[in-house]
């Protein structure tokens, strides 16, 4: 893999790089809120509604496999997505790829809110189901936009591990907003009320957020700055043929680095939940209510793991919570006495580990690969690391014990600390 030096924005473009770069801060952070706000408002629902609304002919712990079973085709069609839109990018430009894409989910998630009930529609209402996740996954998939990766690709040398840090925090945010908005409906509404109507109206509110993610999108795209940052092929997309064989070994690394961090999100956020529901603990609002604890918590370690990184790196720092989390995994157990031991502790390993986990690798692919391969890396430990986390998680703690569970958390950690040690010793800093 060759390393090329960052050209960062304030030394190509001065003054209006550094607004650029201002800029970025505010639009990154909203893409960012409003992407995880509807992802995390999917993955509750995928535990407190679908197994009741569209899989209510089998039983309960079946019908929560069935619905994990839709969970991960939004991340399955992601990474050709991607690839279709980046065809269509030269004719629409990218700022009509975008919109395109954002359309696309934002019309998939608000028809969510609408479709029918297996009790009224039979089995058109969960195939409908499965068609507008699919949809969600063409929206997110040809929405890459790369601001994520020119924020870091050009922060100042000595605070990456900072500016790293920042798109991460939409991760949180969006979590405890979802969290809450469920936590009132089922705390406030009837069991009726909740399953007649209320469950629908998150997916109308992410549908008014990504609209005004998208107009800040649109105008940082349209922005001179952003015109000669791609220019300088920051954000080009190059052939993705041509950026395999030039960096198909970055692009492992860039899959399977954050692939601990990717395994614990859904294992500390929709499997606990998941675990509360058919056990029947608590009151489910109660359980909501330690999640949006949890996400406070996830904030505040996601804001910790910039300066952590900053002073002793993020390669050390990911290795560090990457053996937390191995470690972590034998808690498992602890959700027989209400979860809340493994839940908080859970999010705050995985602030510290998410807030870097991406961000280790980007700068090392060549300029003119870097945003294809970071895009494809990205998607491709996204399918490995989380997509499947709850249906497996699930699979195994109702077929051979809570504990097994915990072991593919661990394998996960194993993953990424051999992903670590071949980036050490394979991968030479950049001169």
């Known amino acids: 893999m060759t390393d090329i030096p960052s050209d960062r924005v304030v030394e190509s473009t001065g003054h209006s790089g550094q607004r650029v770069l201002d800029e970025l801060f505010v639009t990154v952070i909203m893409a960012r809120v409003t992407d995880h706000f509807g992802f995390f408002v999917y993955a509750f629902a995928s535990v407190l509604v679908f197994p009741k609304v569209f899989f209510s002919y089998a039983d309960p712990a079946t019908a929560m496999l069935l619905s994990f079973m839709v969970f991960p085709l939004a991340f399955l069609v992601r990474p050709f997505a991607s690839q279709v839109f980046k065809l269509l990018e030269p004719r629409f430009g990218r700022s009509g790829k975008v919109a395109a894409a954002i359309g696309i989910l934002c019309i998939s998630t608000m028809a969510i809110g609408l ?102 999108r649109l105008q940082l795209i349209h922005s001179k700055e952003h015109v000669e940052l791609q220019k300088e092929q920051q954000l080009y997309s190059s052939p993705f043929f041509e950026m395999l064989r030039a960096h198909w070994r970055g692009v492992l690394l860039g899959t399977l680095l954050p692939l601990a961090s990717y395994a614990l999100m859904h294992m500390v956020s929709v499997f606990p939940l998941a675990h509360m529901v058919l056990t029947n603990q608590a009151p489910i609002s109660d359980f909501l209510f330690v999640e949006i604890m949890g996400g406070a918590l996830f904030i505040v370690a996601v804001v910790m793991s910039g300066v952590l990184a900053d002073m002793i790196g993020r390669r050390r720092l990911l290795a560090a919570t990457s053996v937390l989390i191995g470690g972590y995994s034998f808690l498992i157990t602890t959700l027989f006495d209400g979860g809340i031991v493994f839940t908080l502790f859970g999010f705050l390993l995985l602030g510290l580990s998410y807030g870097q986990a991406s961000s280790i690798l980007p700068n090392r692919f060549e300029k003119k690969y870097r945003y294809t391969a970071a895009a494809l890396s990205t998607n491709l430990s996204w399918i490995f690391g989380a997509a499947f986390a709850p249906l497996v998680a699930l699979w195994l703690s109702q077929t051979y014990g809570l504990a097994s569970a915990g072991l593919y958390l661990l394998s996960g950690a194993l993953v990424t600390l051999g992903a670590l040690a071949v980036l050490k010793y394979r991968v030479r800093p950049a001169r």
């Not at 601001?147 to 500016?163: D, F, M, V």
């Open 115 to 216: 479709l029918p009930s297996y009790e009224s529609a039979g089995m058109l209402a969960p195939v409908l189901l499965i068609a507008l996740r699919v949809a969600q996954g063409i929206g997110l998939g040809g929405g890459w936009d790369g601001l994520t990766l020119l924020l870091q690709t050009n922060a100042p040398e000595n605070r990456r591990g900072w500016y790293a840090m920042i798109p991460q925090l939409g991760a949180p945010i969006g979590l405890c907003v979802a969290a809450a908005i469920f936590y009132v409906l089922t705390g406030f509404l009837t069991e009726q009320e909740f399953y007649q109507w209320g469950w629908r109206w998150p997916f109308f509110a992410v549908l008014a957020v990504n609209v005004v993610s998208l107009f800040a």
